[in-house]
C-alpha cells in the first residue's frame, strides 16, 4: 500500500498550503507518522513527525512554520505550511516514522515562487 500526499500547488513566497495524507487504519493506527520532502537534486529528508498520542518534532527547517498534525478518527495525516520559502519547493510525502519502504507514495509537489 503507497500513502498518497495531496494538496501541494503553486504559491508565492509568504503563501501557505495545507497537504493531507489519508492512509489505511492499518498503517496509521498505534505509528509515529511524518512529513518528509525531496527536494530538486537533493535526498529526501524527514521535515516532522508526531507520534500517535500527539507529540511533535520537527526539523529546524520546518520549526515556527510547519504544523504536523492528525486525526486519529479519521486515519489521516495533515502538515499545515505557513511562511513558505523558495526552499521549501519539493515533493512531499507522508509515511510512517521510522519509514517503511513499501508505504512511499508519489507525493505531491509544493513550488513556491519567489
Known amino acids: 500500500v503507497q500513502l498518497q500526499a495531496s494538496g501541494g500547488g503553486v504559491v508565492q513566497a509568504g503563501g501557505s498550503l495545507r497537504l493531507s495524507c489519508a492512509a489505511p487504519?492499518?498503517?496509521?493506527?498505534?505509528?509515529?507518522m511524518a512529513w518528509y520532502r525531496r527536494p530538486p537534486g537533493k535526498e529526501r529528508e524527514l521535515i516532522a513527525r508526531i507520534t500517535f498520542g500527539g507529540t511533535t518534532n520537527y526539523a529546524d527547517s520546518a520549526k515556527g512554520r510547519f504544523t504536523i498534525s492528525r486525526d486519529n478518527a479519521k486515519n489521516t495525516l495533515y502538515l499545515q505550511m505557513n511562511g513558505l520559502e523558495p526552499d521549501d519547493t519539493a515533493v512531499y510525502y507522508c509515511n510512517r516514522y521510522p519509514s517503511g519502504p513499501r508505504y512511499w507514495g508519489q507525493g505531491t509537489q509544493v513550488t513556491v515562487s519567489s
Open positions: 487504519r492499518s498503517i496509521f493506527v498505534n505509528h509515529a
